[in-house]
């Protein structure tokens, strides 16, 4: 039987899961393109101030897929293409991109230098006011104003489907390490799938939460640990079941193919053994913790020869039996060649960016570019990206294409209403709770499945019952529906963070205070993408209409003001509170 993590559950394609079959997976394979050139891992010597990592080498951009275009963007579309591939759209943001095309956009924001979460750290520690939040301060204060909107949405896309989380102890008191570990998936964002894969598996974050550092070859009793060997597999590259390139499930007798069986999962289980903190020797007193370096919080993971498993390693239909550097280089090259890749991922980065329930022809598609970027390269995640914000079905109008997670909620209102922060930290943290607050907080999900799978229906709904996926759906309820109505009822008007700390520019709302028709219009073009239905529209102007606005005297003009902002807070109180809203389109 096919043995699942502890936490329970799967995220393969199709949102299925399992602990059934044992049909043996297909040998792994890919399409004949070129892979990068991928060294096995060396051992690092970890400086004490290690440079920012580099934007990793990229062919040459490949050609735009369809859907792309140069012709002029409607401030509509514009919008709705940056609440895609941003935190939210701002003004100005809609206004540049109306001036350019998507194309462009793209390529600009692949230039863009990274914002590195691990300096905030670093000033923060300098300063002496480090805490187990100082990551979530960055992440806040990136997402809201960071100018590398791309990759930072990518990164905590990523962040998704590669997961760590801080609400393990063991990890969260680490705030560097963390810091570190998001910057990769930054890094590697616009890099190769391939070295992304090696990042993970070799951050010492992930080798914490996932429980290989310290892995130790077979002894007696005593086998390798499998959780990570499990879930690089299941949740991180090829899923439970064989996939088609549009993501459908492959079948044998009516029933799911199984990509892997328990003795890959053994077998794999062994590679990842011999891996503990960096440093500069390799000693048993540092593999166990001992001697701290001073950079192994983020530095990658070293092999130590002694703990490595020496027996042959079979998985995928492949066996490696080599060093600990040479195994690893077998088992991610035979992952990342696996045929379900492609789809597996590319389906999962069109749910976190566009949409719950992409068409199999957008999943093939996206999968195609991961294939071959037009180049001849497999991996290259600036395609895959491309592919996925490009496609004519990003830009479709109309219907709900998913629902907005709170985290995305909470930054989409601090960029449309230009919030700062006046400690200049963007102080929020303790968003986790669904009463009284947003019931998600970033890199703090309960599991390593995420905050919610990418498979998960409603039991019991039409989407279930039309074979259709919400995976935001499964962190939603009536106490965190009850709760983020109480909490956007508190920031609106007041600010966010500790002490009020984030505050909202609404100078451009205030001006229209007197004209609602125009306030609804400028709220829905930044929060709606200006798709807002007329009946919805009519509502606010009615509701906005009945907060009276009282004629200026000369005694009444703090009675003005606060009508004023009265009904800036309504009009967009009741258009994020809305159904139109929740579910971007």
């Given at each position: ?103 462009a ?8 230098p ?36 791309l ?13 760590i ?13 963390v ?25 010492p ?5 996932l ?12 086998v ?88 042959a ?38 749910q976190r ?15 195609a ?25 990003a ?94 009822q ?7 963070g ?88």
């Amino acid at each position: 039987m096919l043995t699942l993590a502890a936490c329970g559950g799967g995220g393969g394609g199709g949102g299925s899961t399992s602990s059934g079959s044992t049909a043996p997976s297909s040998s792994a394979g890919g399409a004949a393109v070129t892979t990068p050139a991928d060294p096995a891992p060396t051992t690092p010597t970890a400086p004490a101030s290690p440079a920012a990592p580099a934007t990793p080498a990229s062919p040459s951009t490949p050609a735009a897929p369809a859907g792309d275009t140069a012709i002029t963007l409607s401030k509509a579309a514009a919008s709705q293409f940056l609440a895609q591939a941003t935190f939210g759209p701002t003004a100005a943001s809609i206004d540049a991109l109306v001036a350019s095309n998507k194309s462009a956009w793209i390529n600009s924001q692949f230039a863009m230098p990274q914002t590195l979460h691990r300096d905030y750290i670093q000033e923060r520690t300098a300063a002496g006011g480090l805490t187990a939040y100082s990551m979530l301060e960055s992440f806040w204060k990136q997402a809201a104003i960071g100018d590398d909107q791309l990759r930072q949405r990518a990164a905590f896309a990523l962040s998704q489907i590669f997961v760590i989380s801080m609400v393990d102890p063991n990890v969260g008191t680490r705030s560097a390490g963390v810091a570190g570990y998001y910057d990769m998936l930054g890094q590697h964002a616009f890099g190769n799938f391939r070295n992304l894969l090696q990042g993970v598996a070799l951050h010492p974050m992930m080798g914490i939460y996932l429980s290989h550092m310290r892995n130790q070859k077979e002894a007696g009793a005593r086998v390798p640990d499998e959780n990570f060997a499990r879930e690089v597999m299941q949740l991180m590259t090829i899923g439970l079941y064989q996939l088609n390139q549009d993501g459908s499930i492959k079948t044998s007798g009516g029933k799911p193919i199984e990509t892997y069986t328990h003795d890959d999962v053994m077998g794999l289980a062994k590679v990842f053994t011999g891996w503990s903190w960096a440093g500069p020797d390799q000693s048993a007193t540092r593999f166990n913790g001992g001697n701290a370096d001073p950079a192994r919080d983020w530095t990658p993971m070293q092999s130590y020869s002694t703990y490595h498993s020496t027996s042959a390693k079979t998985f995928l239909g492949v066996t490696t039996n080599g060093s600990a550097e040479a195994d690893l280089k077998v088992a991610l090259d035979t992952l990342f060649n696996h045929p379900n890749v492609g789809p597996f991922i590319g389906r999962q980065l069109i749910q976190r960016l566009v949409s719950s329930n992409p068409s199999p022809a957008y999943i093939s598609r996206v999968a195609a570019a991961f294939n071959n970027n037009g180049a001849g390269v497999r991996g290259d995640m600036r395609a895959v990206f491309r592919a996925v914000l490009l496609d004519p079905e990003a830009a479709g109008t109309g219907s709900a294409k998913k629902l907005r997670e709170p985290v995305l909620r909470m930054v989409n209102w601090m960029r449309a209403f230009n919030a700062k922060s006046t400690s200049g930290r963007f102080t929020m943290v303790g968003t986790d709770d669904a009463l009284s607050g947003l019931a998600q907080s970033a890199l703090r999900a309960p599991s390593v499945f995420n905050f919610f799978r990418p498979g998960y229906t409603p039991p019991g709904s039409a989407l279930s019952a039309a074979g259709m996926v919400a995976p935001e759906m499964q962190i939603t309820g009536e106490p965190s529906a009850t709760g983020y109505l109480n909490y956007m009822q508190g920031v609106i008007p007041n600010g966010a963070g500790n002490g009020r700390d984030i505050q909202p520019d609404y100078s451009a709302e205030l001006a229209l205070a007197a004209q609602p028709a125009q306030l609804v219009d400028r709220v829905a073009l930044l929060l709606v993408g200006g798709q807002m239905s007329g009946t919805l529209r009519n509502q606010l102007i009615t509701a906005l209409n009945g907060v009276a606005l009282p004629a200026a005297t000369a005694t009444n003009a703090a009675t003005i003001a606060t009508a004023q902002k009265n009904r800036v807070y309504l009009a967009i109180f009741l258009t994020m509170a809305s159904p139109e809203y929740l579910a971007q389109r």
